[in-house]
């Protein structure tokens, strides 16, 4: 390893999907003792940071990633002294905690925006995006959100519409507004303070809108996919270096962005020096399988060629423009298995699957960037059998999302109460432990 290599170009980081991963009060929800207890387990596996998914104060709409107080731990997964207890204990076994910044959107119970929709005239009305329905009542654009439906929800007390890139309890800040920006600095840096090791910056490239103009439709919906239209626009790397000077300049962390809709030839002006973060999220090789990024029920075949070269090319341009998280799961994603070797998954025979999984490891482990382990790599898991879970299992995010397998005890050792999310079956032959 090169000498200026930087704490985060050496280490392995570890996703954990809290509510997944281990639960310490018997409730069935994983919480952040329940990782403290396992930090022994994680340092054994060479595990150097670890990038928390949404922890904070939160209705659970879409699983914490709408945040209904970014100052606050919900009380599903502990409290702040818990909180402050986990950084500690993994600063000691020199892991840092990452922390999922989500700051495209917050939750429609945020007193920001409870605020914001009391009417025409708060101090924070400019703080979402406001408009007006047409003389038709009808919605400002024809807009889809991520999630299906349309991306403007209408709000009584207001009397207007609001935009939303994804649910409608998640509405969509206003960044154009300086003291959105000020207001989310200092979420930023209030994290910073209390010894966390950097961010991972969710849904990043929505947060500057074009104009809010009608798109081209491409769906029966007669409606326009709202990634299209506002994936990395004009201006955005603006927002992005302000982020960069208000809240990592001086400070030894690193910055992961979810950076769809960036492509390969404007990777220098996003990583690196240059750059406003030290790594992004590349999703061509988890695109591989899909006709087109927008419906993701439409499947095509891929071939190992495929394969090999957008993983050349990736590591081509991570040669040339900085440094790439190296992944093949996350907990939007089919587990890998599942993706990538399909023909294995529907076999009946473990050890085929065990070498699927070496296989994937092999490939994590030597390409060049960051390895970003998930937690269920940690183990490997097998798959559902009837036919009529095939399209569950590939589009629905839950099958990422079941409790981590620890032992062949009940449960899998998760919890000792009733786990959230039914553990897989298979858990008596594949657990950590075993
Ligand atoms: C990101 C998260 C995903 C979440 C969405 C909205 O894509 O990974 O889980 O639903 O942002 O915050």
Request: hydrophobic content about 35%; charged content about 25%; some cysteine.
């Amino acid at each position: 390893m090169s000498e200026g290599m930087k704490w985060w170009q050496k280490t392995n980081v570890c996703e954990i999907y809290i509510r997944s991963f281990n639960d310490s009060d018997g409730d069935g929800i994983g919480d952040l003792n329940g990782i403290t207890e396992k930090l022994d387990y994680l340092k054994e596996l060479g595990i150097g940071a670890i990038w928390l998914t949404p922890c904070y104060k939160s209705p659970q709409a879409d699983n914490g990633y709408d945040i209904a107080d970014y100052y606050e731990i919900d009380e599903t997964f502990g409290t702040m002294e818990d909180m402050d207890h986990l950084i500690a204990e993994a600063g000691k076994r020199g892991i840092r905690i990452v922390m999922d910044l989500v700051f495209n959107h917050t939750s429609d119970q945020n007193s920001w925006f409870l605020e914001s929709a009391s009417g025409k005239d708060n101090p924070k009305s400019d703080w979402y995006i406001w408009r007006d329905a047409r003389p038709d009542g009808s919605e400002p654009t024809n807009w889809r959100n991520i999630f299906g439906g349309s991306a403007w929800t209408w709000s009584e007390t207001r009397g207007q519409y609001y935009l939303h890139t994804f649910l409608s309890e998640q509405p969509d800040l206003n960044w154009e507004n300086p003291e959105v920006r000020e207001a989310l600095y200092n979420v930023a840096n209030f994290w910073l303070d209390k010894g966390v090791g950097g961010f991972r910056m969710d849904a990043v490239t929505y947060i500057k809108k074009p104009a809010l103009t009608d798109g081209e439709p491409d769906g029966r919906d007669g409606r326009a996919a709202i990634h299209k239209m506002t994936a990395n626009t004009e201006g955005i790397l603006d927002f992005l270096h302000e982020f960069k000077d208000r809240v990592q300049r001086g400070r030894d962390i690193f910055t992961v962005g979810e950076a769809n809709g960036v492509r390969a030839s404007e990777l220098s002006q996003w990583v690196g020096d240059e750059g406003v973060f030290d790594m992004v999220f590349e999703f061509s090789h988890m695109l591989i399988d899909l006709n087109n990024e927008i419906d993701w029920s439409s499947r095509r075949n891929w071939s190992l060629a495929d394969l090999k070269r957008i993983l050349g090319d990736s590591q081509r341009n991570t040669a040339e423009n900085g440094w790439y998280p190296i992944f093949f799961e996350n907990h939007d994603q089919p587990r890998c298995i599942d993706h990538y070797f399909p023909w294995v998954s529907d076999s009946e025979n473990g050890s085929e699957e065990s070498m699927a999984a070496k296989v994937i490891g092999t490939l994590m482990f030597t390409l060049r960037g960051t390895p970003f382990v998930y937690h269920h790599f940690l183990i490997h898991e097998g798959r559902t059998e009837e036919e009529a879970l095939e399209a569950v299992r590939h589009f629905s995010r839950d099958s990422a999302r079941t409790p981590m397998q620890w032992t062949a005890e009940e449960n899998a050792g998760f919890t000792t109460g009733e786990p959230w999310l039914p553990v897989n079956d298979n858990y008596r032959t594949c657990n950590a432990d075993s």
